[in-house]
């Protein structure tokens, strides 16, 4: 069983950075693939990008490459997701999500365990 708890969303100005960050309880945070995932008022929740085991390698969906950076601390039990130059277009509740994939999977469905979410809203 795995908690997971964002924090770090708020409100911001296009071109601003935010950090959000991932507490995730449990002794065995690090045996499970992390993503990001996000839901816009009356859109379907997307996948936005996901770490590794043990954080070598990263994914991101194409409208966040080279403007969101995805990191974990397993020692701290923590997965970061580092966004700067924020959109409007990026305005969303945030969730992070484990997975006991051993395949970084990018679909919802294969995630087994939720956060509730952080709000983040970027105005023009």
């Known amino acids: 069983q795995v908690q997971l708890v964002e924090s770090g969303g708020g409100l911001v100005q296009a071109g601003d950075s935010l950090r959000l960050s991932c507490a995730a309880s449990?002794?065995?945070?690090?045996?499970?693939?992390v993503g990001w995932f996000r839901q816009a008022p009356g859109k379907e929740r997307e996948f936005v990008a996901a770490i590794t085991r043990g954080g070598g390698n990263t994914f991101y969906t194409d409208s966040v490459k080279g403007r969101f950076t995805i990191s974990r601390d397993n020692a701290k039990n923590t997965v970061y997701l580092q966004m700067n130059s924020l959109k409007p277009e990026d305005t969303a509740v945030y969730y992070c999500?484990?997975?006991?994939?051993?395949?970084?999977?990018?679909?919802?469905?294969?995630?087994?365990?939720w956060g509730q979410g952080t709000h983040v809203t970027v105005s023009s």
């Open positions: 449990g002794r065995t945070f690090a045996t499970y693939v």
């Open positions: 999500a484990a997975s006991s994939r051993i395949v970084v999977p990018t679909t919802s469905i294969a995630y087994n365990y």
